[in-house]
């Protein structure tokens, strides 16, 4: 039987797109030829894994890992909500959340290069990713992740299997965790008014400005007195202080208790809360939309020019 040499599991891993490991078995099986394992690749996986890499992937789930202080919050993307309820795609996520927390890597390459084995795929994470695309069907993705590591307590909340909060604290667990829903369920940007980004405040108070600018242009057009400058000035910082107190944390209403802050919920049960992170899946990535009369409407069109 031939020997079969990494550089040639490398070889035919970057002609198929193929895990690693069924590349060696391939090459195994083919005793060491080249085109006949590729052939019994694509019979096994057929092409999906390569083809599927180009697909966004704006579904998913957020999965979490917390034992012993050390936690960890991870995305991972596929292409449709169906396979966010198939059971080696929610194995490979949690999977994925305790490699994170477990070996603290530098980003989502490093991930993948940690040992896991699943689904007889393996023996990377990456090797049961790309294992998994072939097998489903679907591409997916290790989006984002973020490792807790520090003197603070953790508590985490998910939302079903699409938002996911770490929250950061000292003192009452069962408050913390309820910070953590109200997180979830809110969307703060920042603990305090004083940390929200300052192109956000900047972004607010240009609207604000543009709305002042539209009143004023209308209370002309009508040949009603206009707002002074000072008043308007006023009226843009009021909004702007508005909107801190809507998009900070602690300022925000306690979704379980509105006549009270988050702050003032966590002074009463002498909490601290020191941080948070926040994972919506798919925040942020544009998400493809079909326009199937105009998919159908250009096959018949190509039928019509091929007749």
């Given at each position: 039987?031939?020997?079969?040499?990494?550089?040639?599991?490398?070889?035919?891993?970057?002609?198929?797109?193929?895990?690693?490991?069924?590349?060696?078995k391939?090459l195994?099986?083919?005793?060491?030829?080249?085109?006949?394992?590729?052939?019994?690749?694509?019979?096994?996986?057929?092409?999906?894994?390569?083809?599927?890499?180009?697909?966004?992937t704006?579904?998913?789930?957020?999965?979490?890992s917390?034992?012993?202080?050390?936690?960890?919050l991870?995305?991972?993307?596929?292409?449709?909500?169906?396979?966010?309820?198939?059971?080696?795609?929610?194995?490979?996520?949690?999977?994925?959340?305790?490699?994170?927390?477990?070996?603290?890597?530098?980003?989502?390459?490093?991930?993948?290069?940690?040992?896991?084995?699943?689904?007889?795929?393996?023996?990377?994470?990456?090797?049961?990713?790309?294992?998994?695309?072939g097998?489903?069907?679907?591409?997916?993705?290790?989006?984002?992740?973020?490792?807790?590591?520090?003197?603070?307590?953790?508590?985490?909340?998910?939302?079903?299997?699409?938002?996911g909060?770490?929250?950061?604290?000292?003192?009452?667990?069962?408050?913390?965790?309820?910070?953590?829903?109200?997180?979830?369920?809110?969307?703060?940007?920042?603990?305090?008014?004083?940390?929200?980004?300052?192109?956000?405040?900047?972004?607010?108070?240009?609207?604000?400005?543009?709305?002042?600018?539209?009143?004023?242009?209308?209370?002309?057009?009508?040949?009603?007195?206009?707002?002074?400058?000072e008043?308007?000035?006023?009226?843009?910082?009021?909004?702007?202080q508005?909107?801190?107190?809507?998009?900070?944390?602690?300022?925000?209403?306690?979704?379980?208790?509105?006549k009270?802050?988050?702050?003032?919920m966590?002074?009463?049960?002498?909490?601290?809360?020191?941080?948070?992170?926040?994972?919506?899946v798919?925040?942020?990535?544009e998400?493809?939309?079909?326009?199937f009369?105009?998919?159908?409407?250009?096959?018949?069109?190509?039928?019509?020019q091929?007749?």
């Open positions: 039987m031939a020997a079969i040499t990494a550089s040639m599991v490398a070889e035919l891993r970057g002609k198929t797109d193929a895990p690693m490991m069924e590349c060696k391939a195994t099986e083919a005793e060491g030829d080249m085109a006949k394992a590729e052939e019994i690749l694509r019979v096994k996986l057929g092409s999906k894994a390569g083809k599927a890499a180009a697909r966004v704006a579904e998913g789930v957020v999965a979490t917390i034992a012993n202080g050390v936690g960890a991870i995305e991972v993307n596929c292409e449709t909500d169906f396979v966010t309820k198939n059971d080696s795609f929610l194995a490979l996520a949690n999977a994925a959340a305790n490699l994170v927390a477990a070996n603290n890597p530098a980003d989502v390459a490093a991930l993948g290069g940690l040992a896991y084995e699943q689904d007889g795929f393996g023996p990377t994470l990456e090797d049961v990713r790309k294992g998994l695309i097998k489903i069907g679907e591409n997916m993705t290790f989006r984002r992740f973020q490792r807790f590591d520090g003197s603070n307590k953790l508590a985490s909340y998910l939302h079903g299997t699409r938002i909060v770490v929250v950061e604290f000292d003192g009452d667990e069962a408050a913390a965790k309820d910070v953590a829903m109200h997180v979830a369920a809110m969307k703060p940007v920042s603990l305090s008014a004083d940390q929200v980004p300052a192109e956000l405040v900047e972004r607010e108070r240009s609207v604000a400005a543009a709305k002042a600018a539209e009143d004023a242009a209308i209370a002309t057009a009508a040949g009603k007195p206009v707002q002074s400058a008043i308007v000035a006023k009226r843009i910082e009021g909004g702007v508005k909107f801190l107190k809507e998009v900070s944390l602690f300022n925000q209403p306690f979704v379980k208790n509105d009270q802050t988050v702050e003032q966590l002074k009463s049960v002498s909490t601290t809360v020191t941080g948070f992170t926040l994972y919506v798919g925040e942020g990535i998400k493809k939309v079909d326009d009369a105009a998919e159908v409407a250009a096959q018949v069109a190509a039928a019509k091929s007749a």
